[in-house]
Each structure stands twice: as C-alpha cells, then as structure tokens.
C-alpha cells in the first residue's frame, strides 16, 4: 500500500498571503488529521476528518481551516499568513480516526517571510 | 487526552544502557497509550501501543507500562544502540469519545556509541 502524501513538501510564502496544503491518505483510510510541529511546541493538533466532516478541533485561530472530499484527501488552508505560521504541517492518516493507529505523512515544510 | 507531559525532555545514555521515558496524562477517561518515534528529518511512526486493561506490553527492546491509577504510562527501551537516537511522543487518547491526539512535549533520546 502506498503510504500518506502530502504536497507540497516545501513552500516559501510572505505574510499576508494565504497558502493550501494537500494530504492524500493510505487507501481505505477515511481520518486524516492535520498537525502543526514547531521546536518550541511540539506536535500540535489542528483538525480531525472523517467522512468529510471535521470531528474535532485544536486550538488555532479560524485563519486554519480544512476540509475532506468523498476520496478522502484532505486540505488545509491558512488565510493571511503571520510569521509565526512557519513549521512543518503533518497529516496523519487512520482507518477511522480516535485509537487506530496514526500513519504520518512527510510534511509539508511552511516558510513565511 | 487534555494535559499531556513528558519527563525528561532530553535523555543522553550510553549504548547498551536503558532509557525510560515518562507520560503523565489527566484525562481519567483515556484508554489507549501509543508511543511514536521521529527520527531527524522524518516523520513520526507509531512504536509501541498499549490499551487501558493490559498493564504491560513488549516488543523486543521496547516496551510500555502502564499505570491507570497514577495516570502514567512509560516507554522502556533496553539494550540502546545509536539507531534509537529520536524525539520520542507519547499521546494518550480516549477511544469512546475523542478523536483528538494531544501529543506530549517529546523527548531528545540521544544513545553515545
């Protein structure tokens, strides 16, 4: 089985701009979960999918959003970039979300100038 | 799942020692305790797991003890060689009603040859 994708891997943005990141799960996945890894805060969560439908939220403003299609990939999206949106944003996949086992993506590494 | 921690933050032993890593958790209602390494530059995969009635699992080198009373549970790693120098999360969720992994701070392991 070909495991989780995310695109692009590197993006460099400017403040202000807004930027969309791809996430396609492992097949027969239908969670995908969205995670934000800075060196000083660890692994954050952002959001939860399943079905299409966000079961749950971390606690970041409403400039990060998400969203899940009938396939199950899934994108997220930030409006009006601040500097401190740099990090490296994970997608993680898993039959159906909560305790089966979540498998990473390689990251989507966010530079804003 | 709530407030996550993990003690120490950084842990430097010599090949061949253990190493022991500690997550305390306040969410009395969790029930399942994975552990996921990540090493540098890659992304985190799920090591070791443990549901809320076993009290201890192994897998070769590693293993996971839990501690429900306490709220704790903790990755032991025996016999250490260079290949298990990582940043190491715990993420303790409650499978009945959460599908939100709240990742503990992680912990530098770094095994000197």
């Known amino acids: 089985k070909a495991g989780v994708t995310q695109t692009p891997r590197y993006l460099i943005k400017t403040r202000g701009q807004q930027v969309t990141l791809s996430c396609s799960p492992i097949s027969g996945h239908r969670s995908v979960s969205w995670y934000q890894q800075t060196p000083g805060q660890g692994l954050q969560f952002l959001f939860e999918?399943?079905?299409?439908?966000?079961?749950n939220k971390g606690n970041f403003p409403g400039r990060f959003s998400g969203r899940q299609f009938s396939n199950s990939r899934s994108e997220m999206n930030v409006s009006t970039l601040e500097l401190g949106d740099s990090a490296l944003y994970l997608c993680?996949?898993?039959?159906?979300?909560?305790?089966?086992?979540?498998?990473f993506g390689p990251g989507t590494r966010l530079t804003v100038l | 799942g709530e407030n996550v921690e993990q003690h120490p933050s950084t842990l430097s032993v010599q090949e061949g020692d253990s190493a022991v890593i500690k997550c305390t958790y306040s969410?009395?209602?969790?029930?399942?305790f994975p552990w996921y390494k990540q090493e540098l530059g890659k992304r985190p995969q799920l090591i070791i797991d443990i549901r809320s009635n076993v009290g201890e699992k192994k897998d070769q080198r590693i293993a996971v003890t839990l501690n429900k009373t306490a709220k704790h549970f903790s990755l032991h790693i025996t016999e250490t060689q260079p290949e298990d120098s990582a940043v190491y999360f715990c993420?303790?969720?409650?499978?009945?009603?959460?599908?939100?992994?709240?990742f503990g701070s992680g912990t530098r392991l770094l095994v000197r040859p």
């Open positions: 993420a303790p969720i409650s499978m009945d009603s959460s599908y939100k992994l709240i």
């Open positions: 969410d009395s209602a969790s029930n399942y």
């Open positions: 993680a996949s898993s039959l159906s979300g909560g305790a089966d086992t979540q498998y």
């Open positions: 999918y399943f079905s299409e439908t966000q079961r």
